[in-house]
Nanobody, 129 residues
Framework: RVHLLEFGGGSVQSGGSLKLSCVASTNSDTRYCLAWFRQEAGQAREGVAAIDGDLKTLYAESVKGRFAVSHGSVPNTLNLQMNDLDPDDTGTYYC???????????????????????WGEGTLVTVGA
């Protein structure tokens, strides 16, 4: 079983930046791919950014060119650098994991995280106008 912990949410003004980090801890040898999702009140959850088993990055169209996802220097860490934030980026951001080889991550990403193996509790990002 994998446990996920998110860091880095907060409040910023439009145009500002935030960095989110997700740390995955597990007692097994299972490797996981990590992904970021977000959900605004009353909206469906959507994939924001992820790195798949082939180290290919996935992004929502709305964040391309503004957000950058990367593995951290600490193993089992996924960072999300968010720049030029917009009020539409406001929401709760969740880290999620799926066991390697993550063959269906692209599909799961497009479906808002359906079938992911584990979820963090989420961290709130608020972007003021």
């Amino acid at each position: 079983r994998v446990h996920l912990l998110e860091f880095g949410g907060g409040s910023v003004q439009s145009g500002g930046s935030l960095k989110l980090s997700c740390v995955a801890s597990t007692n097994s040898d299972t490797r996981y791919c990590l992904a970021w999702f977000r959900q605004e009140a009353g909206q469906a959850r959507e994939g924001v950014a992820a790195i798949d088993g082939d180290l290919k990055t996935l992004y929502a169209e709305s964040v391309k060119g503004r957000f950058a996802v990367s593995h951290g220097s600490v193993p089992n860490t996924l960072n999300l650098q968010m720049n030029d934030l917009d009020p539409d980026d406001t929401g709760t951001y969740y880290c999620a994991a799926v066991a390697a080889p993550c063959l269906e991550l692209g599909f799961q990403f497009r479906l808002g995280g359906y079938g992911m193996d584990a979820w963090g509790e989420g961290t709130l990002v608020t972007v003021g106008a």
